[in-house]
């Protein structure tokens, strides 16, 4: 079983900037791709980005030129660094863990999830 937690989530102003952190369990976790997806009310789940087990980092159009991902395969950890947000960026942001390798865009590719954690941001 893979245990997911985000942290970092908060208030911030348009224009600022904001870190996610992701924290999982796994025997594996070297060799699991992760994931960020996010959700605002009424929407459905978007991809955010991902990064695989080598490191390599793939993005939805929205946050490409604006954040980044890194990946720690020791601490088991993924961070989502955000910057210039918008308001149109506010959402609960999850991490998530699949077991297999590759780019993954669909939420349906991933077999374990976090609870969430809130992003808002004010105009």
């Known amino acids: 079983q893979v245990q997911v937690v985000e942290s970092g989530g908060g208030l911030v102003q348009a224009g600022g900037s904001l870190t996610l952190s992701c924290a999982a369990s796994?025997?594996?976790?070297?060799?699991?791709?992760m994931g960020w997806f996010r959700q605002a009310p009424g929407k459905e789940r978007e991809f955010v980005g991902g990064?695989?087990?080598?490191?390599?980092?793939y993005f939805g159009d929205f946050a490409k030129g604006r954040w980044s991902i890194s990946r720690d395969n020791d601490k088991k950890t993924m961070v989502l660094q955000m910057n210039k947000l918008q308001p149109d960026d506010t959402a609960v942001y999850y991490c998530?863990?699949?077991?297999?390798?590759?780019?993954?865009?669909?939420?349906?590719?991933?077999?374990?999830w976090g609870q969430g954690t809130q992003v808002t941001v004010s105009s």
């Open positions: 990064a695989l087990s080598g490191g390599w980092t």
């Open positions: 796994g025997r594996f976790f070297s060799s699991f791709g």
């Open positions: 998530a863990v699949a077991r297999a390798t590759g780019e993954r865009y669909h939420p349906n590719a991933y077999e374990y």
